[in-house]
């Protein structure tokens, strides 16, 4: 073999070892760099945030305008939902007002969100008294009744109990004080536990939705 040829393939194998090189280098970088940021750590807002969000049980209710709603219908948007009842004494309307307070401080940064209440008392909740009582709140506020056994099941998947028992001949419903929030795939992304203050709903919110925005494709 001539010297000439030697040295034309020692140039060609170190051109390989260096193409090479920079394949496996480009790829180890850009799997670090490309790595999703983790969920944000928001304690201080008492909100837990999935890193992998949560799928909702399988569903087919009725809203607040007599409509079939299933679990598709939750797409496309952020929503607050809560599990209560309209005759709840104290922590529902509680709840609701401090959404309504967090609607009003939202930043124009962040997407608008609906708000929906989740029935945990079926009998008397009907459509029309979920809409008499949402329709208080504002037009992004919106009911859910139906099925008890079907409701039961959403609240767990939304991390929610709630336990019926009588007091005195009337009904009393215990249920769970938290908010969940739904992204826009429909799946519980995040937890807040009270108490809930709505300056801070809206900062968690925003943090949640900017973090989400770098995990989308192309981030």
Known sequence: MGRSLKITLLVLLMAVMLVFGLTVGRQVFWSDTSAPAPAPNLSQYNAYVYDQPRQLAEFILTNEQGETVTREDLKGRWTFVFVGYTNCPDICPVAMANLRQTDQLLSAEVPQPDYLLVTADPEHDTPEQLKAYTGFYGENFHGLTGDLDTLRQLAQSLS????????DGQLLVDHSGHFALL?????LQALIQPPHKPQELA???QRIYQWSLTRQPGA
Do not use: M, T
């Open 160 to 167: 929610a109990v709630f336990v019926h028992r009588e007091v």
């Open 183 to 187: 992204n826009p795939d429909g799946q």
């Open 203 to 205: 900062q968690a919110f």
